[in-house]
């Protein structure tokens, strides 16, 4: 299928779209890719980040540059009424313009040439510059322009050792129908995700029979079904275990029928047992190792 465009409707006069998600005002897309380049800010919060074929965990909060067209799940999946994200997305013209053309953005455009499968940046990043993000939402176009090439600039400035690369993926030729074949598959999985989840169910959402279904969701999201499920009762059991729970109550909750079976799973893919995940939560330890 060729690759295609996810209508994003920016606004005529500006070129940077500013957007914010909540509970309330949710991402309208969960598995998407847009030709735009995007800068995205989670103030808090802990869970999953899924872009491309890199899943891997994050806490305290999100700062990331991702490059156009890169297929990602949206960080509103599965989360809470806690959930709040702050964004800009911006043509990808910016980090390839006519050669000799704005010399003063040379740095800019080197940090969007490396922020190509995506970069994640530190704590102290973040801290400084996720507020100017949130801050864009609230400035007419001129001057949300010029805060936004400052922003660039600033993140240009920081060095290598601030940031994290993502691993690259192979990129996803998916139609619009397609994107919103796996939404409503993914739709169904997480409100089946607390009991057993059927994949003939799944299969039937698609509309396929289940062996296409099953390589239909390994190509759009570099996971297989099984793998899926997994990661993201492990995320809601991270979730869970913020509370007064005990480690048994929020296995089952978080839809593992065995609690040998939970252990071992959050075990391989936090590094840790949930016990000594709950311990690092109550000591403040909030940044848990990538999945």
Known sequence: MRLTRQPLAPPLDSSVSVFHHDAANPCPVLWHYHPELELLYLPRGAGRRHIGRTVSSYAGGELLLLGPNVPHLSYGYGQDDTFEEFGALFPAQLSSPAPGAWPELAPVRALLARATTGLVFGAAVRHAIGPQVQH???????????SFLSILQQLAQYPESAYTVLEP???????????????RVLTRL???LSGPVSVPELAAEAALSVPAFCRFFKKMTQRTVTEFVKEC???RACQLLRHAQSVTEVGYASGFQNLSYFNRSFRQLMRESPSAYRRRLVAGELVPPLL
């Open 169 to 183: 993926s192979p990129p996803v030729h998916a139609s619009p129908a397609a994107q919103a074949q796996l939404s």
């Open 233 to 235: 009762r492990v995320q």
């Open 190 to 192: 997480h409100q089946r």
């Open 136 to 146: 864009l939402l609230t400035l007419p176009p001129w001057e949300r322009l010029l």
